[in-house]
């Protein structure tokens, strides 16, 4: 048997041990309801206000400005649909991507299909990226959010979320998202320099647990709840919060981010190599950008090929890898990001993402190509 | 480019005469404090000016700690750039640009070197156009402009600054003497302590602690709010006061509408006993003329008779919703609203006297002795330091985080 390679990180990350052993101590022993009284309950707090000042220092943002959610998909809906819902008097025009995730993009499609938001699909280039100066365009005196994602989850191209900031600045009634999923632990963003309002991250991304994550708000900004209740989280949030996920969370980000000081050199490295050897095979083209792309994302199709059977090639190897983001890879397996890009069905429905962690190795990127390219001759064959 | 330095002008300091040098060593100890975490950092002080010499750290960080810090009226960061004009062009076109809500600006240059190849109104030109070409609806205004842009050439490299952000004011922490301050974790005492750090005071804080009538979570909400006003001063000593006692012979002893005022009476004469300990000269509170029954002009002239060292009232005259933006800014309000039952709330009366009379609080006090309770009380005190950035304590070394 071979042994397990797995390069689908961007899908879902594996737990730390130790992340796992927070999980399990908190879980036995402080599984009091942070909201009780009582000193179990106040124990409870005192971990949940740790986790808080530890995830805030580590984003370089206050504690009040963390919210806990239950991940990733929860974060961006609350962010879109909780400004919508709370700036509806203001204006009814909002703006984002034509890549985003399907947590921003359906959120929005909502919004739009059912209470009458109109909402502007700023286009990419071939690099996968907008303009600045289309979104200055698109600025309206109605618009209330700009929400852009910071590393693409297909391709891995970085959106100019410095340049959309200083641009946002100068509109202040204007709300800024940016879906940072893909990036935390991975490519540094300076949240207050780049001016942003809300931010979602998602633990289970960073060798965290699924079902939790951040939304960051900054002080000052409001939004409505969507989970309305006990009133936790500033009322932003109800629900009895996920102690032991939470902790775990905490937990995690330190370590990725520690993880990302001693290893990101290396992590470069294997993608170079992964880049190179791809490309090398016959037929093949990379679809992430050159420049300004996340470390931890290489996107390549290979046209003619279904990318889901070169998919189960490579997983008669042991190798994990992904067709498309995981969310929407159950569906069908185009790659919307690849085709508003290249505008190239063929290429679009055959991408192939590989995503790293900090412990992929320079020989499983070696197992990697090799696979690849047996899988690409065979396939051709049969295919044919 | 990089930032090189930062100016700081002193507020009222300034007006000390003779004093003076004390006030500036006292401003100088406690912005090295407040900056301790940037290690390459100097600061530098004359008579006028002080400098922070930032040798490489981030002057944003460097100038949100600033902001914090009582005796400084203002401050601005100059940064400093290679002499070519093109670096300067560069420089002063970052300069603007980092500023947000500039609209109108002028240059002022000062040549202390003459051998310069453009002279200051060819400078002010050349940077003036510059900046105009670059940045979208900016304009010049040379009376009254948003910003004035200092270019100070000198030998060795050339100085840009203007920027002007404000201070916090007042007088340096620890220049007025001591003081202890009574914290209950409700929203006024934390801005009486505030209020009178602005005014140079060292505070030292006394709680009122009454298990189990009173839970830990109460107690957390006071050091909570001690993290907070630390920020301020550097740290926070907190004397942590077991009251229970007093409360429960109160309770037995005195009729229920004037329990309220010998509460507030022993808590005084409490915390006058620690005063003495500590070798501080008055006493703060969060009273506030009317705002409940124990702040009537009769509790205050019933309470005030337990001592006769001055008690320092900075709210005495604020109405409730100013002394709730000041907690808004301190970043207290949030936890002061915290819902546990505190040293004043657990045994208030239904009907609390709010004329209450010297007299009768006196002979009903008469019929028992205090004076042991509160030594006791003095003795049981638990005292703590609280710094700004305490991390909280994880659960028992289990190695969560």
Redesign the interface.
């Known amino acids: 048997m071979y042994k397990l390679i797995y390069f689908d990180n961007s899908a879902t990350t594996k737990p730390y041990k130790?992340v796992l052993?927070?999980f399990m101590?908190?879980s036995e022993?402080?599984f009091g309801n942070p909201s009780s009284?009582h000193?179990l309950g106040?124990?409870s707090?005192?971990?949940l206000?740790?986790?808080r000042?530890?995830i805030a220092d580590l984003l370089q943002v206050k504690e009040?400005e963390v919210l806990f959610t239950s991940g990733g998909t929860e974060g961006n809906n609350l962010a879109v649909k909780g400004t919508a819902l709370i700036h509806a008097k203001r204006g009814k025009h909002m703006i984002t991507t034509a890549v985003e995730h399907p947590s921003v993009l359906e959120a929005f499609r909502q919004l739009s299909e059912e209470f009458d938001f109109d909402v502007t699909y700023l286009e990419v280039d071939s690099q996968g990226r907008i303009s600045a100066k289309d979104l200055l365009r698109s600025l309206r005196s109605d618009t209330i959010l700009v929400s852009v994602m910071h590393v693409n989850n297909e391709v891995g191209t970085l959106q100019p979320i410095q340049e959309i900031g200083n641009i946002l600045?100068?509109y202040p009634k204007v709300i800024f998202h940016v879906d940072y999923v893909q990036g935390a632990g991975k490519v540094p963003l300076d949240i207050k320099k780049c001016k942003i309002d809300l931010l979602t991250i998602s633990a289970h991304k960073f060798h965290g647990l699924k079902g939790s994550g951040v939304l960051y708000i900054r002080d000052g900004v409001h939004i409505s709840p969507l989970f309305s209740g006990g009133s936790q989280e500033w009322k932003f949030r109800s629900g009895t919060e996920n102690v032991a996920g939470i902790?775990a969370m905490?937990?995690a980000l330190?370590m990725t981010m520690e993880m990302r000081d001693r290893e990101i050199s290396k992590m470069i490295k294997v993608r170079n190599q992964l880049k190179e050897g791809l490309n090398k095979i016959e037929g093949t083209v990379i679809n992430s950008p050159e420049k300004d792309s996340a470390p931890h994302i290489l996107n390549f199709s290979i046209p003619g090929l279904k990318s889901e059977v070169f998919v189960h090639a490579l997983e008669e190897k042991n190798i994990f890898v992904s067709t498309t983001s995981a969310c929407s890879s159950k569906r069908k397996t185009i790659s919307s990001t690849v085709l508003a890009m290249f505008k190239d069905e063929a290429r679009a429905e055959s991408t192939v993402r590989i995503s790293l962690s900090y412990h992929n190795t320079a020989a499983e990127a070696e197992s990697v190509i090799a696979a690849a390219k047996e899988a690409i001759i065979k396939l051709r064959e049969v295919m044919r | 480019m990089i930032y090189d330095h930062i100016l700081i002008r002193y507020g009222e300091i300034s007006t000390k005469g003779k004093n003076r040098k004390g006030f500036i060593d006292k401003l100088k100890s406690n912005i090295k404090r407040a900056l301790q975490e940037f290690k390459s950092i100097r600061v530098e002080a004359d008579r006028d000016r002080m400098y922070v010499l930032l040798n490489g750290e981030d002057h944003k960080a460097v100038a949100s700690k600033l902001t914090g810090i009582f005796g400084i009226q203002n401050f601005s960061p100059a940064m400093k750039t290679e002499r070519d004009i093109e670096a300067v062009k560069e420089s002063a076109l970052a300069y603007v640009s980092d500023l947000s809500g500039i609209s109108t600006f002028k240059i002022n240059t000062r040549r202390s070197d003459k051998n310069y190849p453009y002279n200051t109104d060819e400078v002010n030109h050349i940077l003036g156009g510059h900046i105009l070409q670059n940045i979208e609806g900016i304009s010049v205004n040379v009376k009254n402009p948003d910003l004035t842009l200092r270019v100070e050439i000198r030998k060795e490299a050339v100085y840009l600054s203007g920027e002007i952000i404000p201070g916090a004011g007042g007088l340096p922490v620890g220049n007025s003497g001591k003081a202890v301050l009574m914290l209950s974790g409700g929203i006024d005492s934390p801005v009486a302590g505030y209020l009178s750090m602005k005014r140079g005071l060292d505070l030292e804080c006394v709680h009122f602690h009454s298990p189990p009538f009173t839970s830990e979570r109460s107690k957390q909400k006071v050091l909570d709010l001690c993290r907070k006003l630390a920020a301020v001063s550097g740290r926070i000593t907190l004397h942590i006061v077991p009251f229970t006692d007093i409360q429960k012979l109160i309770q037995k002893q005195i009729p229920e509408n004037y329990t309220m005022t010998s509460t507030r009476r022993l808590m005084l004469r409490v915390a006058d006993r620690i005063r003495e300990n500590q070798k501080a000269l008055a006493i703060v509170t969060g009273e506030s003329l009317g705002q409940v029954a124990s702040q009537t002009l009769e509790s205050m002239f019933a309470i005030n008779e337990a001592t006769n060292t001055p008690v320092l009232r900075p709210l005495i005259t604020m109405d409730k919703i100013d002394i709730m933006k000041i907690a808004t800014e301190i970043d207290t309000l949030e936890i002061s609203n915290r819902p546990y039952e505190d040293c004043c709330t657990v045994f208030t009366p239904a009907n609390p006297k709010t004329k209450p009379k010297r007299e009768k609080v006196n002979f009903y006090e008469s019929f028992v002795d205090f004076n042991e309770l509160v030594e006791q009380a003095v003795n049981g005190v638990e005292t703590v330091t609280i710094y700004p950035e305490q991390k909280i304590e994880e659960g028992d070394g289990l190695d969560l985080f």
Do not use: G, I
């Open positions: 130790e052993d927070s101590k908190v022993n402080f009284l000193s106040a124990a707090e005192k971990l206000s740790k986790s000042q530890q009040s600045s100068k902790v905490a937990k330190r």
